[in-house]
């Protein structure tokens, strides 16, 4: 039944929608109710697959993630400025192993998702995420492409080129997907539905796990959904417009999960080495491992432990 399901969502994204259609023609004020349906129903957040608890009986899981996008910031818009690459290469040269002290230090495991690119410029950085045997490495496109703007082959053709790759440089397939920038295009989902990923982590629909529905037919499909409220590249840049200090946004990362441990939900954090990595915003994280350590009945977990374990109670395998 699941693989039916899944062949039909498949199908069903396929086909080209009304509102694709009326995109091409006429404004979105100009719609049919039909047409505004068909827009919001692409991919949407279906049932809710939270567990009655976490492993171990936790009451709350925490999943730490690590964006490491280092050098592709400006690659993928086809800047070479010396300066810019300086300040990627930070993420590797630097950062990601002061992260890797201080995970090991309190011996939680995180997801690291990368451009293909990123750890082909630096594949010592798998090893060093690898040594530990308590991370996960995924997918975060080939260069931090926009999906969005590309047409279906090529984001396939990059997505493939991808999954290649880092099936070469960490030894195994990875299973998890994160779209650079969270830039999910009309075609995203088909095209990891159809490569067989076992989930994916870039859409905003809720603060729990739960499955996608692609135009009203269940997938099968967990997402894992992020949030701009707990990714630290808006709030943690420098040069941002929207910089804030690092240790107001500690606050809000401590907020975040208090009200998540409250509900017996999920805490997913989105980080990025050549932010967080920084000496100064290091100190915050290390306050928010400490703060949440306090609570009793916590589950630190990788994403694709999360899935495995969220698949298994739901009864989806």
């Given at each position: 039944m699941?693989?039916?399901?899944i062949a039909?969502?498949?199908?069903?994204?396929?086909?080209k929608?009304?509102?694709?259609?009326?995109?091409e023609?006429?404004?979105?004020r100009?719609?049919t109710?039909?047409?505004i349906?068909?827009a919001?129903?692409?991919?949407?957040?279906?049932?809710?697959l939270?567990?009655?608890?976490w492993p171990?009986?936790?009451?709350?899981?925490?999943?730490?993630s690590?964006d490491?996008?280092?050098?592709?910031?400006?690659?993928r818009?086809?800047?070479?400025s010396?300066g810019g690459?300086?300040?990627g290469e930070y993420?590797?040269?630097?950062?990601?192993?002061?992260?890797?002290?201080?995970l090991?230090?309190y011996?939680?495991?995180?997801?690291?998702?990368?451009p293909?690119?990123?750890?082909?410029?630096?594949?010592?950085?798998?090893?060093?995420?690898q040594?530990?045997?308590?991370?996960?490495?995924?997918?975060?496109g080939?260069?931090?492409?926009?999906?969005?703007?590309l047409?279906?082959?090529?984001?396939?053709?990059?997505?493939?080129?991808?999954v290649?790759?880092m099936?070469?440089?960490?030894?195994?397939?990875?299973?998890?997907?994160?779209?650079?920038?969270w830039?999910?295009?009309d075609?995203?989902?088909?095209?990891?539905l159809?490569?067989?990923?076992?989930?994916?982590?870039?859409?905003?629909?809720d603060?729990?796990?739960?499955?996608?529905?692609?135009?009203?037919?269940?997938?099968?499909?967990?997402?894992?959904?992020?949030?701009?409220?707990?990714d630290?590249?808006?709030?943690?840049?420098?040069?941002?417009?929207?910089?804030?200090?690092?240790?107001?946004?500690?606050?809000?990362?401590?907020?975040e999960?208090?009200v998540?441990y409250?509900?017996?939900?999920?805490?997913?954090?989105?980080?990025?080495?050549?932010?967080i990595?920084h000496r100064?915003?290091?100190?915050?994280?290390?306050?928010?491992?400490?703060?949440i350590?306090?609570?009793?009945?916590v589950?630190?977990?990788?994403?694709?432990?999360?899935?495995?374990w969220v698949?298994?109670?739901?009864?989806m395998?």
């Open positions: 699941k693989t039916l399901l039909i969502a498949i199908s069903m994204i396929a086909v929608s009304p509102v694709s259609l009326a995109q023609s006429q404004p979105s100009e719609w109710d039909e047409q349906a068909a919001v129903n692409k991919v949407r957040a279906g049932r809710d939270t567990p009655a608890s171990g009986g936790a009451k709350v899981a925490v999943m730490l690590f490491v996008d280092n050098e592709t910031i400006w690659l818009n086809d800047d070479t010396i690459l300086s300040q993420g590797s040269r630097v950062a990601l192993g002061r992260i890797l002290a201080l090991d230090e011996d939680i495991p995180a997801s690291f998702f990368g293909a690119v990123s750890f082909s410029l630096a594949p010592q950085m798998i090893d060093m995420i040594a530990s045997g308590r991370n996960e490495i995924g997918i975060h080939w260069i931090h492409e926009t999906n969005a703007v047409p279906r082959e090529e984001e396939e053709r990059l997505l493939q080129k991808a290649e790759r099936t070469a440089l960490v030894g195994k397939r990875p299973v998890g997907y994160r779209a650079p920038s830039n999910f295009s075609n995203t989902l088909d095209l990891l159809e490569m067989g990923f076992l989930y994916d982590s870039s859409l905003m629909a603060d729990r796990p739960y499955e996608i529905v692609a135009n009203g037919a269940p997938t099968g499909f967990v997402e894992l959904p992020v949030q701009w409220i707990l630290d590249a808006p709030l943690m840049n420098p040069l941002g417009p929207r910089y804030e200090s690092p240790r107001d946004v500690l606050q809000v990362y401590k907020d999960f208090d998540a409250e509900e017996g939900t999920t805490f997913l954090l989105t980080m990025h080495p050549h932010y990595g100064s915003r290091i100190v915050v994280l290390r306050e928010l491992i400490e703060h350590k306090a609570k009793p009945d589950w630190f977990g990788t994403h694709e432990a999360a899935v495995r698949r298994k109670q739901a009864d395998d």
